[in-house]
């Protein structure tokens, strides 16, 4: 079955999500899926502002999210993660590149909120 254009571009959106997240150096397997739906439910409701937002994303792993909701989508400006053994901080999303203290560049970009 094709998928349609929007469709596509969400599951690039996943894909860069994971890569991001794998980059960081994160030891598990990821689903970029679950985080941006994770991130959708967080925010579900929110009036536009800037939050920071924790989520038990596994038993033992905590995402901490800073995001400012908008209208129409979302901007993602710092996933941390935290797990017992280890803090990872990569700095996610903004359309501008970023260097995080480990000194690894990334870039930034926009998500539309489901």
């Given amino acids: 079955m094709a998928c349609t254009a929007a469709e596509y571009k969400m599951e690039e959106l996943y894909a860069a999500i994971e890569k991001k997240i794998k980059a960081s150096g994160y030891p ?3 689903s970029g899926a679950d985080v941006y739906d994770d991130i959708c439910d967080q925010i579900e409701g929110k009036e536009n502002g800037s939050y920071i937002l924790l989520s038990k994303f596994e038993d033992d792993v905590i995402f ?18 935290r797990t017992l053994r280890e803090y990872l901080r990569p700095i996610l999303m903004n359309k501008r590149t970023i260097q995080t203290r480990s000194g690894r560049r990334v870039c930034h970009t926009k998500y539309p909120v489901r």
């Fill in 28 to 30: 598990r397997e990821i």
């Fill in 64 to 81: 901490e999210y800073h995001i400012t909701v908008m209208d129409d989508d979302f901007n993602l400006g710092v996933l941390t993660m």
